[in-house]
T-cell receptor
Framework: DTGVSQDPRHKITKRGQNVTFRCDPI?????LYWYRQTLGQGPEFLTY????????KSRLLSDRFSAERPKGSFSTLEIQRTEQGDSAMYLC?????????????FGPGTRLTVL | QQPVQSPQAVILREGEDAVINCSSS?????VHWYRQKHGEAPVFLMI?????EQKGHEKISASFNEKKQQSSLYLTASQLSYSGTYFC?????????????FGTGTRLQVTL
């Protein structure tokens, strides 16, 4: 079990550019979550996948944000036309289909800085 | 709404005890506790379930008062490795999703 991995760990971009982040969940975890965390705050839910289906999106996820999980394994989160307010840590978490306790295991995150 | 944690921050000497509280304005069915070290991912510590069942950590215990909609995390004989920010999380179930709403966080620093 190698845990949840995310790539890249850090991303610096200029306002208006597009960025894409990748998350590889723990193998055989069919549930995947994206959260956003700003400095001093707890993570905030963005979106949820069960297998390849995106079942819920937060109102925080504007139309500039899109997430995919095409084969039910890794997931990508894309932000188009980035704004300075998008600067944050983007966390991915996965959960086993057999978990009865809803334990979510987090990856190390991608820290985005928009200049 | 976001659960409220108290205190916001606490400094302990190694070996001292601490209590971190989490209060919700909504009915709680379970409470999750995570610890996050600076620059790292949140790490799962413990779940408190309605009815008293819990699953968690060796040296950290917790309580869950459903009626008061509160949970408390007890850290006894703290170690330097306990330093970090502690978050409680309350699940919100919509459809098949069970997402977590995290609390305001408690920053704990353990010193020598």
């Amino acid at each position: 079990d190698t845990g949840v991995s995310q790539d890249p760990r850090h991303k610096i971009t200029k306002r208006g550019q597009n960025v894409t982040f990748r998350c590889d969940p723990i193998s055989e975890h069919n549930r995947l979550y994206w959260y956003r965390q700003t400095l001093g705050q707890g993570p905030e839910f963005l979106t949820y996948f069960q297998n390849e289906a995106q079942l819920e999106k937060s109102r925080l996820l504007s139309d500039r944000f899109s997430a995919e999980r095409p084969k039910g394994s890794f997931s990508t989160l894309e932000i188009q036309r980035t704004e300075q307010g998008d600067s944050a840590m983007y966390l991915c978490a996965s959960r086993s289909r057999v978990s009865s306790y809803n334990e979510q295991f987090f990856g190390p995150g991608t820290r985005l800085t928009v200049l | 709404q976001q659960p409220v944690q108290s205190p916001q921050a606490v400094i302990l000497r190694e070996g001292e005890d601490a209590v971190i509280n989490c209060s919700s304005s909504k009915a709680l069915y379970s409470v999750h506790w995570y610890r996050q070290k600076h620059g790292e991912a949140p790490v799962f510590l413990m779940i408190l379930l309605k009815g008293g069942e819990q699953k968690g950590h060796e040296k950290i215990s917790a309580s869950f008062n459903e009626k008061k909609q509160q949970s408390s995390l007890y850290l006894t004989a703290s170690q330097l490795s306990y330093s970090g920010t502690y978050f409680c999380g309350t699940p919100i179930i919509t459809g098949t999703a069970s997402k977590l709403t995290f609390g305001t966080g408690t920053r704990l620093q353990v010193t020598l």
